[in-house]
C-alpha cells in the first residue's frame, strides 16, 4: 500500500510520501514514490504516485521522453498546473487502458493515483490530486491538503491542526506525525519516509528528508507525541462529573 500527502498552506508545500509497496510475512520491499522532475526555471514540478507500480513507472517515463523529445504538451510546455494535471491524468489513463487489453488480465488491476504539486511562473504554488479515471481536484482553504494510498489513519491530525495560515516548520511536524500514525496502525505502510519541503516563489528543492525507521529524530517525534497524547488523555474531564442516566432495557 501506500500513503502519500500534499499540504499546501501560505507558506509553500509540505510533500510526504512513504516507501512501502508489499508487506507481507515474508516480503517486504520499497521504493520510491517521490518524483522531482528537472524542468526550466520558471518552474518546479513534483510527483507522488500510489497504486499499480508498473503503471505509475509506464506514466513517469512517458512524462520523461515527453520532455525529452519536446513534444507538443509536455512538463515544460504546460503554462499553468492545472494543465499539467489534465496532462498527467490523460497520460495515466492511456497506459492503465495498455494493460487492460492485454489478455489473461482480467483479474489484474492497473489504476493509479498520482499528486502533482509545484509551481510554475507566477501562479501561486499548489497541488493536484489525480484519480485513476484521470480527472483531478485541487487543495482548497477549507482542506490545504491531499492525501493518496492508507489516507484514514492519518486525516484526523490533519483536519485538526492544518490550516492555510499554519506556519510551513509547524505543517511539516503535523505531517509527520499524520506518516508515522499511519505507519503505527497499518504495516503496508513503512520507511524509508521521505519528506520536501517548497518555499513558495523559491522554484528550489534544497529542503529534502529522508527517514528510515531507526531515524534519532523520527523516534524523538514519535515519543513525543505519545506522550504528550497521554498527557492529553490523563487531563480530559473525568466521568464521575457527569450524570449517570438510567439505559434504556428494549429486551
Known amino acids: ?20 509497496t508489499n508487506a507481507g510475512i515474508d516480503n517486504v520491499s520499497t521504493h520510491g514514490k517521490m518524483h522531482a522532475f528537472d524542468t526550466h526555471s520558471d518552474r518546479t514540478i513534483i510527483l507522488l504516485c500510489a497504486g499499480n507500480l508498473a503503471t505509475t513507472q509506464a506514466v513517469l517515463e512517458q512524462l520523461h521522453r515527453d520532455k525529452i523529445k519536446k513534444a507538443e504538451v509536455n512538463i515544460n510546455s504546460v503554462e499553468c498546473l ?3 494535471a489534465d496532462y498527467l491524468g490523460y497520460v495515466s489513463v492511456e497506459k492503465q487502458k495498455q ?18 504539486a509545484g509551481q510554475i511562473g507566477s501562479e501561486p504554488q499548489g497541488a493536484y490530486m489525480i484519480y485513476a479515471e484521470g480527472n483531478s481536484i485541487t487543495s482548497s482553504a477549507t482542506t490545504p491538503f491531499l492525501q493518496i494510498g492508507e489516507s484514514k489513519y492519518g486525516k484526523p491530525i490533519l483536519d485538526r491542526f492544518l490550516k492555510l495560515g499554519t506556519s510551513i516548520d509547524e505543517a511539516a511536524r503535523c505531517c509527520l506525525v499524520s506518516m508515522d500514525s499511519t505507519i503505527r496502525s497499518n504495516a503496508s505502510v513503512g520507511p524509508p519516509i521521505e519528506m520536501l519541503i517548497y518555499r513558495k516563489n523559491s522554484f528550489r528543492l534544497d529542503e529534502y528528508y529522508c527517514f528510515d525507521d531507526d531515524d534519532d529524530y523520527l523516534l524523538q517525534l514519535r ?10 488523555i490523563a487531563g480530559l474531564p473525568a466521568l464521575d462529573k457527569v450524570a449517570v442516566k438510567k439505559m434504556r432495557v428494549d429486551l
Request: contains cysteine; proline residues 2%.
Open 82 to 84: 492545472s494543465e499539467a
Open 99 to 116: 494493460h487492460l487489453s492485454s489478455k489473461g488480465q482480467s483479474v489484474f488491476n492497473p489504476s493509479a493515483s498520482f499528486i502533482l
Open 223 to 232: 515519543r513525543s507525541w505519545e506522550n504528550k497524547l497521554r498527557e492529553a
Open 1 to 20: 500500500m501506500t500513503y502519500c500527502i500534499a499540504a499546501s498552506i501560505d507558506e509553500g508545500l509540505i510533500l510526504l510520501s512513504d516507501s512501502r
